[in-house]
Nanobody, 118 residues
Framework: QVQLVESGGGLVQAGGSLRLSCAAS????????MGWYRQAPGKEREFVAA????????NYSDSVKGRFTISRDNAKNTMYLQIDSLKLEDTAIYYC???????????WGQGTQVTVSS
């Protein structure tokens, strides 16, 4: 129904930057939120950032606020996560998420690995 494909991960030194992309295709929704989650080795998946379908509302976890920026290009059905001032603790698999308003169903991408080295 919905396909989410992440890209842009990689190996980067601490203090560097990356831009992750999430391309969406398939079924469309009139109201939804899209966001990013991450899962570090041995830890549970955690919320990173999300925005409403029209981009008017964005939320960030405290650990990334001020360093990560979520954005979207609806014409391209693509969401981005600009990651600056990377820290070792940002190492994780980053997952794209789409959550239709009023629906119990979450859609997930396959994830993209971000590894930060010292």
């Amino acid at each position: 129904q919905v396909q989410l494909v992440e890209s842009g991960g990689g190996l980067v030194q601490a203090g560097g930057s990356l831009r992750l992309s999430c391309a969406a295709s398939g079924r469309t929704f009139s109201r939804y939120s899209m966001g990013w989650y991450r899962q570090a080795p041995g830890k549970e998946r955690e919320f990173v950032a999300a925005s409403a379908w029209d981009g008017t509302i964005s939320n960030y976890s405290d650990s990334v606020k001020g360093r990560f920026t979520i954005s979207r290009d609806n014409a391209k059905n693509t969401m981005y996560l600009q990651i600056d001032s990377l820290k070792l603790e940002d190492t994780a698999i980053y997952y794209c998420n789409l959550r239709p308003m009023g629906s119990p169903i979450d859609y997930w991408g396959q994830g993209t690995q971000v590894t930060v080295s010292s």
